[in-house]
């Protein structure tokens, strides 16, 4: 039997401004992960320094294996050095890598539990395809393979949640490619980030009040409805993606996500009916100052086209840096999704159906 509810207090919207009321309830220190992030990702980014490396050779290609909470950092990785890597990073949610996999290839292989069972089905055939791998775990089986096979290995702290620790599971990623000269200026991104998100925390944390938070502002539009989000291809569609995924995990409700300009080739076409169903979306659109201007415009005339939507929310990017603005509407979305968990009375840590499935998986 799976209880679906696990906080079972419901919060009323102008208690988003009492922390008092529902950080006790905050089971697995969401929040407290959210507040730390900036000092998460300035200790990750020493972690990839002390790393191991890989053999330093001439890669073709870079392969990210992880899953959930812990593949969205290969999305991070394969978006923000899409226009600096020279060759292409692919992000792989399976059990199986793609044929392409051979001894030119660098795996980065990312489990935060170690115990995916997708994610060391793809350890093991990385190591048969003759790949160089390393792996970023805070312990499990993948933790205790890296080390029998001599793997380099990032252990990561334990004791949050996978999709709490993306500075972990992303940041030692770049500090290992810079370190095998794949990519430089590194540190001033990761500077900038820290410096960055430091700023923003003070905008979203639960001490800030709804008029001036975003964060809790957008959970109360959202509250009730469908969130579809709408980020842009090579800029913000990996926040897009983040977003879905932790109001999913976080306030255990629905949403959906899509980009620009594909969502202009479908999508768009959807909004005609039922009445019902579309009064129920709000619209979320994440915007980068990178944007192709003709994204832009796309932008403005889609905004035509999807009046039967509840209402339409827009963000743009912040920060010094290209990191700093990838994880500016990363960091808006974590927060927003944690104030829905407490409007939903929602105890945002636990994910008891996907623990429930890999039980079950697990038993057979
Ligand atoms: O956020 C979560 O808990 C999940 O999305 C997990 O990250 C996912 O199930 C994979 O587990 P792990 O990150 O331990 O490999």
Not at 11 to 37: I, K, N
Not at 357 to 362: C, D, N, Q
Request: hydrophobic share 45%; with cysteine.
């Amino acid at each position: 039997m799976i209880e679906y509810r696990t906080g079972g207090l419901v919060v009323s919207e102008g208690q988003l401004d009492s922390p008092g009321t529902y950080l006790p309830f905050d089971s697995m220190q969401m929040f407290r992960a959210a507040w730390e992030l900036p000092a998460q990702c300035a200790a990750a980014w020493r972690l990839g320094q002390e790393a191991a490396l890989p053999p330093a050779k001439r890669y073709r290609n870079i392969v990210v294996a992880g899953l959930g909470g812990s593949a969205i950092g290969g999305d991070l990785l394969r978006v923000f050095t899409a226009g600096r890597l020279g060759i292409p990073v692919v992000v792989n949610r399976d059990y199986r890598l793609p044929r392409f996999v051979d001894d030119g290839t660098l795996v980065f292989v990312v489990s935060y539990s170690g115990n995916t069972e997708e994610t060391l089905s793809a350890y093991e055939d990385a190591r048969a395809k003759g790949a160089s791998l390393v792996a970023l775990t805070a312990g499990g089986k993948l933790g205790e393979r890296a080390k029998a096979d001599g793997v380099p290995l990032v252990a990561i702290p334990a004791g949050i949640a996978p999709r709490a620790a993306t500075g972990y599971l992303f940041l030692p990623t770049l500090a290992v490619l810079e370190r095998l000269s794949l990519l430089e200026g590194m540190a001033a991104e990761v500077d900038g980030l820290v410096q960055h998100l430091e700023a923003l925390r003070g905008q979203y944390g639960p001490d800030t009040p709804v008029e001036q938070n975003p964060a809790k502002k957008l959970a109360k539009s959202l509250y009730g409805r469908l969130p579809v989000i709408w980020g842009v291809a090579g800029t913000t569609e990996v926040a897009a993606q983040r977003w879905k995924g932790q109001i999913n995990e976080n306030a255990k409700a629905p949403a959906y996500w899509n980009v620009f300009p594909e969502l202009n080739h479908n999508e768009i076409v959807g909004f005609e009916q039922p009445g019902e169903v579309l009064g129920s979306i709000w619209l979320v659109i994440l915007r980068d100052p990178e944007d192709h201007p003709r994204v832009n415009l796309r932008m403005e005339i889609t905004r035509s086209f999807v009046g039967a939507a509840a209402g339409i929310s827009e963000f743009t990017a912040s920060g010094p840096t290209r990191l700093a603005r990838l994880y500016s509407l990363v960091y808006l979305g974590d927060y927003t999704s944690l104030y829905l968990a407490v409007l939903y009375g929602t105890d945002p840590g636990p994910v008891r159906v996907i623990d429930h499935l890999k039980a079950e998986l697990g038993r057979m």
